[in-house]
């Protein structure tokens, strides 16, 4: 399996502070990873840097073969990002905000059609407005969004925050689906006896260092 | 595997997907509208003065533009950065440049709709006269005047989209920025309506004004948003 994330020694520094110090992680594809750890011991900042979204300023990192340190741009469409916010417009319908991303990468109607379908918001509720939706119905929406950008490496924030069991049980099916599908997923989550039960492995993330 | 799209291809889509949402909200239609032309009969009744208001119809119209320029610029930011919709943007790795100029066309439209009302108000309320050749010098000068205001709006709005007090940071760093477009855009109104004497052909020099002031927020604007958009 070849390695999506690759992370060795990486400094991070965010507002001033370090929050990522000398880390070091290896990801493969396929993998279901879950980072685990308290408030502030930099999961988000990982999950950002991989999204290149930070500079590293020391030790070396890359992305889906893509030197973070040269470059953090060229990843950026190949990765997807969901933090505590979805991403979503909350004008638009359901079909509305996933075809806006499907435009961005060519992707077929067909394809956006048979993407909501998989995630359960098709027909009458693909026309909602966003803004309409419950916080489960808006998360599958954010992730059906990935699915059409086609991210390969899925990085997510508490995806469980705020959702009911039912909601949970369907975020999981839909990780699990996108790994099936070749995606790779880094997972940072407080609810870990779920999210455990999700990952491939689990790794500690403390005070700016991952710990196997 | 994602594929990078075209500047063209993004500004089309995030400029169509502004469009819906004002389509879709009429904010715009329902507040923004209704609030300049309130402006403007407030104008009205402070002047009351048919010559006087004759006279500064042009400026009227334009500062009534830039009022309503400050809303539009917060809507169009504030429907981006109110779930995240701007940043999964940046992270999706969308050519910036392809968001900037998106947000400004869809911003242009807008604000060439509430103009077109708004010159309409100002015959109307006004009384100010157009003929034919001043025509064509309205359609130029507004034509590039909106430009020049929608990506200095643009490129401002994506400045303040991130900070705290953005509401009052914009007009407070876009208002002095846009004063070279109100005093072109009243000069070449001014003309287009013979008001206070002023021919026609004066106008034109200021139309000139206002197309490279649009040329050069556009191309900075291009240059630059990435970087301001970033963290």
Same mark, same amino acid.
Request: glycine share 6%; no cysteine.
């Given at each position: 399996m070849s390695i999506v994330v690759d992370f060795r020694d990486a400094v991070v520094v965010f507002n001033g502070f370090?929050?990522?110090?000398?880390a070091s992680i290896e990801v493969r594809r396929g993998e279901i990873v879950l980072l685990q750890g308290?408030?502030?011991?930099g999961k988000t900042t990982l999950l950002r840097a991989c999204a290149g979204l930070l500079p590293i300023v020391r030790g070396e990192a890359s992305v889906l073969g893509v030197d973070l340190c040269v470059d953090r741009q060229s990843v950026r469409p190949r990765v997807g990002l969901l933090g505590h916010a979805n991403g979503l417009f909350a004008d638009l319908t359901i079909s509305e905000n996933v075809l806006f991303w499907a435009q961005m990468v060519g992707a077929k109607v067909a394809e956006v059609a048979s993407t909501l379908q998989r995630f359960g918001i098709d027909g009458r509720l693909a026309e %909602?407005?966003?803004? %309409?939706?419950s916080a489960g119905q808006k998360r599958r929406c954010a992730l059906a969004c990935l699915v059409v950008r086609r991210a390969e490496l899925w990085l997510l924030d508490e995806p469980h925050a705020g959702l009911d069991a039912t909601a949970r049980d369907e975020i999981d099916a839909i990780i699990r689906e996108a790994c099936a599908a070749g995606a790779t997923v880094l997972i940072a989550s407080h609810e870990l006896e779920r999210a455990r039960g999700l990952a491939t492995r689990s790794v500690s993330v403390v005070a700016g260092r991952v710990v196997s | 595997m994602s594929t990078q799209l075209s500047l063209g291809r993004v500004a089309r889509a995030v400029a169509a997907k502004d469009l819906r949402i004002e389509m879709r909200s009429r904010v715009v239609v329902n507040q923004v509208f209704p609030f300049a032309g309130l402006v403007m009969v407030m104008f009205a009744f402070a002047l009351d003065n048919d010559d006087v208001l004759t006279r500064v119809a042009g400026g009227l119209v334009w500062l009534a533009t830039l009022f309503s320029l400050i809303v539009i610029i917060q809507r169009s930011f504030a429907v981006d950065t109110a779930d995240g919709a701007l940043e999964a943007q940046r992270v999706a790795g969308l050519d910036p440049a392809g968001i900037f100029v998106g947000k400004a066309l869809a911003v242009m439209v807008q604000l060439v709709t509430l103009e077109i009302m708004l010159f309409v108000a100002a015959v109307v309320l006004y009384r100010v006269q157009l003929h034919a050749d001043g025509a064509v010098l309205l359609v130029t000068c507004v034509l590039s005047a909106t430009a020049g205001l929608s990506l200095v709006g643009t490129l401002y709005g994506g400045l303040t989209a991130g900070s705290r007090g953005r509401e009052t940071l914009l007009p407070l760093l876009m208002l002095p920025v846009v004063a070279p477009v109100l005093i072109g855009a009243t000069r070449a109104t001014e003309s287009a309506f013979t008001s206070g004497g002023a021919a026609v052909s004066d106008g034109w020099p200021w139309v000139g004004v206002l197309v490279v002031f649009a040329a050069v927020f556009g191309l900075g604007g291009i240059l630059s948003f990435g970087s301001l958009i970033e963290e």
């Open positions: 370090p929050a990522l110090a000398e308290p408030n502030g011991a %909602q407005k966003v803004m %309409q939706l | -």
